[in-house]
């Protein structure tokens, strides 16, 4: 447990941008893999296994907790119109002056702050190395819509971190 | 990162935030799990390692229990079949009366009742009547799941 407790809370953290759900999510993640110890205890793709159940029970929280964000993002379609020509930072400019870990830190803060239907596809892509083809089947939504969807989060993350770049004296927290 | 975009000129400004953003989070390590997450593992261990059989998922029950549930179960079904069997024969080829002891003889008018009911109502009040228990529970569980939807999920 201990070799894999933090790709674990990882996971689902990111996944569901809560910390104390993702300690949840990881919980259930190592009874079921206590439930299988025998079989993991030898096998080399245990972290694997692992980090494919973690990623099934945040999406069965999901799909149990939360309110039908799929829908929601299929509504936000109207207020398309005004996305297209956002203003996408220069990313050479971003987070230059912070050192590694306060960066790191306002990433994962940033990530968190993304809503569920931005975060999810950007964590799914860039962490979870799913592709395109799969995420849409696995989130239940169009192409097109995944594809608007990550572009727009990756500019609100640019966009947060360039506002945290300027004032993460004093956001952040160590 | 400020050797992320060597092509700068051919690619868009949308592949060009792509390719940063993956870098940016490529880079991320492991977030720290929190110092509770291994005892409350062990404790929900504990907890399961110590709670009787019968509280646990049927397929942790033990092989004789497990066998006791199925026949239980056949049982129930072959008696459930047998009562319908009864209650839909006429009257007079179950003499009901003479199996039944003494003090269960207000379930003999109870049969009785059911049988007169049964043998005298026409086939479209029956099906009527299916059909209204079946639009009421579709209803209630509609009922059910909008009020899960509005005052549980919606928290």
């Not at chain 1, 971003?94 to 590694?100: C, E, G, Q, V």
């Not at chain 1, 306060?102 to 994962?108: N, V, Y």
Request: one cysteine or more.
């Amino acid at each position: 447990m201990r070799d894999h407790q933090h790709m674990v809370f990882t996971t689902a953290a990111r996944m569901l941008g809560n910390d104390r759900q993702a300690e949840d999510i990881a919980q259930e993640a190592f009874l079921k893999a206590y439930e299988h110890f025998d079989h993991l205890r030898t096998n080399p793709a245990a972290g694997g296994w692992l980090r494919t159940v973690t990623r099934n029970l945040t999406f069965n929280y999901l799909g149990r907790h939360r309110r039908r964000w799929r829908l929601f993002t299929e509504m936000r379609a109207e207020n398309d119109a005004d996305e297209p020509g956002m203003d996408i930072p220069a990313p050479d400019d971003l987070l230059a002056d912070i050192n590694t870990d306060m960066r790191h830190a306002l990433i994962e803060q940033a990530l968190a702050r993304l809503p569920d239907h931005q975060r999810l596809p950007l964590v799914l892509y860039h962490f979870e190395d799913m592709s395109y083809e799969e995420i849409a089947s696995q989130l239940r939504i169009s192409m097109a819509k995944l594809k608007v969807d990550l572009f727009r989060a990756r500019a609100a993350l640019a966009k947060t971190l360039l506002h945290k770049g300027v004032t993460a004296d004093t956001e952040l927290t160590p | 990162m400020t050797n992320l975009t060597p092509d700068r000129t051919t690619q868009t400004k949308e592949e060009q935030l792509e390719r940063w953003i993956d870098h940016l989070l490529r880079e991320q390590p492991e977030r720290l799990a929190p110092d509770t997450l291994q005892l409350r593992v062990l404790d929900r261990v504990h907890q399961r390692a110590v709670r009787p059989w019968w509280l646990c998922s049927y397929s942790h029950w033990p092989f004789a229990a497990r066998i006791a549930l199925v026949m239980t179960s056949i049982a129930c079904g072959l008696l459930g079949v047998r009562v319908m069997a009864w209650i839909t024969a006429p009257m007079a080829s179950t003499p009901l009366a003479q199996q039944l002891p003494g003090f269960l003889r207000w379930a003999e008018a109870l049969y009785e009742a059911i049988t007169v009911v049964v043998n005298h109502l026409p086939p479209l009040w029956m099906y009527g009547a299916l059909a209204v228990l079946a639009v009421l529970y579709g209803a209630l569980f509609g009922l059910g799941a909008a009020a899960y939807r509005t005052l549980y999920v919606a928290r």
